[in-house]
Each structure stands twice: as C-alpha cells, then as structure tokens.
C-alpha cells in the first residue's frame, strides 16, 4: 500500500482540485480524501508513506500522439526507450503511430505492439494500425480484425489521405468500429518542397514554404466527410486558425469530430526557427505568432480538446544535415511537461485544471482507455509533480534515443519527480 499524504490533487472528472491524500492497494486507488484517519488503513499491511506536501499528484497523462519507431526504426527509438521516456515525462499511456517500417497495417503488427509494450511494462502501449495498406492511401485495412487484435484508432499519420473518396470510407468504417480515425491533415500538392510555414519567416531564411492551406483544406475536408458519414474523426497537430474554423463548425453542427494541439505549436512561432538547427523542423511547421495565439485559445476554451505531443524522434545525423534536407519532428515525451508548465501554466496562459483534462481525462475518453483519472478503483497511474524542480534539458539525461529537441540546451521549471504504473513506481527524478 501506498499512502500520498498532502498533495495537491487535479483530476477534472471528479472535480477535484485541491490538498488531499490518495490511498494505493493492489494497483488500484483505493482512497481519496483530506486527512485520512490511520485507523481506516489499519488492515491493509505494509504501508509506504510519501509527503507531498507542495507537490500536484496527477493521473498519469494520456499523450494520443507518439512514434515509437519500432519495428524497423530501432537506431532512433524503440518500444523500450520510449517507454522509458514516457514514465520520466509524466506519460503513463500513449498511443502510438503507424508509420514504421514496415507499416503496422496488419494483424501481426499490431500484436507485436501490443506484447511489446506489455514486455517493457512502464507506460501503457496502445497502437494506432494503418488506417489504407503500406501508408499509400489507395485501399483500406482490415479495420474490423485489427481493432480486435488491439488498434484503438486508425491513422496514416505521417502522410495525408490525399484521395477523398478514401477518407470518406474510412468515416465510414470508423462509425462501425467506433474507433476514430486520426486525420494528419496535410494536401500534399500544396504543401509541396516547403520546410517550414510559408509567410515572412520563411522568405526571410530564404526556405520553401508550406502554406496554412495545405493543413486547412484537407481539415475542412475531412470535418466535413465526418458529417456527412457520422463517423468519428480526431484532427492530429492542428496548427492554423483555417484548421479551427472548420473544428469550429463541425463541432457546432454536433459532428463527432475532436483535434489535438502539440505543445510546440502553442510555445513556438515560425520567428523562433534557427537555420542552423533542423529540431526546430517539424510538421506542420512552426506557426505564425497570429496563430499560436489563436491555437491557445482554442485549447483554453476547448474547441481543441486534448495536447498530444507529437514525439517523432530522428538520430543526431540525419537532423545534422541542413534544414532543408533534414527530416521532419521533434522529440517531445520528456519535455512535454515541464515546457507546458514553464511556458503556459506558470505565465497564467492555461490552467492546471485544463491541463490535466487535455493531457489526460480527454484523451482517454477520445481512445476509450482506462486512463486519466484518479478516481477510487481506477489503476494507480500517477504522477508527482515538482513546479519548482529546475533541469536543463540535455542529450545525456534523456531516456529516448534521440535528442531532436528544440528545448535542448534550457533551463525548465517544473517536472515530474515519480511516476507509477499500477502502483509501482516507475520513474523517480
Ligand atoms: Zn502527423
């Protein structure tokens, strides 16, 4: 048994938000409440007691948006090293991508996924298959027999489906399966050779640009093909306020539609890219400041319904080639956190409450996990929380295989100092 004694507790789904203890038995929570009397507990056997006292215990957060790499990717993560990322981030579940090699579009796969994650046994692992064979966007994957086997969504995250009518079959399988299909909005012929967002910035470092439409056009499309099949769609990285226009209407219209913000894309602009550091090279690119502006109201007031980080690792040589040629993603599991709550939630731009439901409660409803909350029977995922614990990001203390953060080198405040899985602890800062 595990006794956190004075923590303060945020857990939106039980309206808690305030200094209570949480009792842990078997994996499980077993209380919640202020000043738990020691007699209540008198049955339970070994006991170990943790002080929070000025420390926020959470649910373990939810991240909807990981690449694992693994299989066929090992030399930038594997399914172990991101787990072990996750837990030191905060993460306790995660969903990842399927844009490995090869795809995860078939049965064995998603299983290997599966055995994997358990294996490694830190966060929990729940893959997203292919939603059309080998990422080409031509014919559908076995949705039905690949949700059996453990896929709790179906993307091509990593490409767009650039043919409508493929994406409208998709909707519509996503309305028998009840499993959302996760839409990278991006129209290839628009985007084109552009590395970064097209505007001012982009023409100032003389780099292609990739245009707000190539996002927008394809999120329109999509929201509207939710509407008219009723199946479940969920809009990845949104990053354009042309992206929120069209998440604004389909939700007004009562479609079943929800989106996801990375945190880069509401901490940085394209203003902030280095020519001479591709980590700040990621897709959707960097936004214009007007529309990371607009990208935190949205996640304020909840047109955008979760945060998902996005975590896309490369090797150090395939990002020390120049910007123009240097793949696309950062990494995010273990900077997520603390870059969220050094720039958003210390500066009063989001609140410790929202926090929480975007980064866990949502995301677990979204992809029906048993996660993201820390309510009596529920799993014993948690993470305590130090908002004063100052660490400067750096290659060498990373648990990911990769470093492509563009948050190497600073000083965060505000970071994960335990995490459990189950009860057990699986990180300590
Ligand atoms: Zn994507």
């Known amino acids: 048994m ?7 507790v945020v857990d939106p789904i039980q309206g808690v938000s305030g200094v209570r203890d949480v009792v842990t038995r078997d994996g499980r929570i077993l209380l919640l409440g202020r000043n738990i ?53 905060g993460v306790t579940s995660l969903i990842c991508m399927a844009n490995t090699e090869p795809v995860i579009d078939n049965q064995a796969l998603v299983e290997l996924v599966v055995r994997r994650g358990r294996q490694t046994g830190l966060a929990r692992i729940y893959p997203l298959a292919a939603a059309t064979k080998g990422l080409r966007g ?20 990593g490409r767009g489906i650039q043919n409508g009518e493929i994406m409208r079959l998709a909707l519509e399988y996503a309305k028998i399966t009840g499993c959302p299909i996760v839409s990278h909005c991006e129209d290839a012929a628009l985007a084109g050779q552009g590395v970064m967002r097209r505007g001012r910035a982009a023409a100032a470092r003389g780099l292609a640009g990739i245009p707000a ?65 591709s980590s700040f090279k990621v897709n959707p690119p960097l936004p214009s400041a007007e529309d990371r502006e607009s990208l935190l109201k949205a996640l304020a007031d909840g047109t955008i319904d979760m945060l998902a980080t996005d975590h896309a690792p490369h090797t150090w040589e395939e990002k020390a080639r120049p910007f123009a040629e240097a793949p696309f993603g950062m990494t995010a599991l273990e900077t997520a956190l603390p870059a969220i709550w050094t720039y958003l939630v210390r500066p009063g731009l989001l609140s410790v409450e929202r926090l929480v439901e975007a980064f866990a409660r949502r995301p ?30 750096s ?18 405040r505000g970071f994960p100092i335990k995490t459990w899985v189950e009860g057990r602890l699986v990180f300590e800062r």
């Open 2 to 8: 595990l006794w956190l004694k004075n923590a303060y």
């Open 37 to 89: 009397p020691a007699d209540r507990l008198a049955d339970g056997g070994e006991m170990e007691v943790v002080d929070c006292t000025g420390k926020y215990l959470f649910p373990g957060f939810v991240d909807a948006h990981v690449h694992l790499r693994e299989p066929g990717q090992e030399n930038k993560e594997d399914i172990a090293s991101g787990s072990r990322a996750a837990v030191r981030g």
């Open 138 to 157: 031509e014919e559908l994957t076995e949705m039905a027999e690949l949700q059996e086997c453990g896929a709790v969504g179906f993307s091509d995250d």
């Open 213 to 277: 439409t190539a996002e927008s056009v394809m999120a329109a499309r999509d929201v509207l093909l939710a509407g008219e099949t009723g199946g479940r769609l969920h809009l990845a990285h949104v990053s354009t306020r042309g992206t929120l226009a069209a998440l604004r209407a389909g939700k007004a219209a009562g479609w079943d539609i929800t989106a996801e913000v990375n945190p880069h894309h509401l901490i940085l602009t394209d203003e902030d890219v280095p020519l001479t550091n």
């Open 364 to 393: 677990a409803e979204r992809f029906a996990l048993r996660a993201g909350t820390l309510r009596p029977g529920a799993a014993a995922d948690m993470v305590l929380f130090d908002p004063d614990y100052e660490e400067t990001v």
């Open 395 to 412: 290659a060498e203390r990373m648990a990911s295989k990769s470093a492509n953060t563009p948050f190497l080198g600073r000083t965060l």
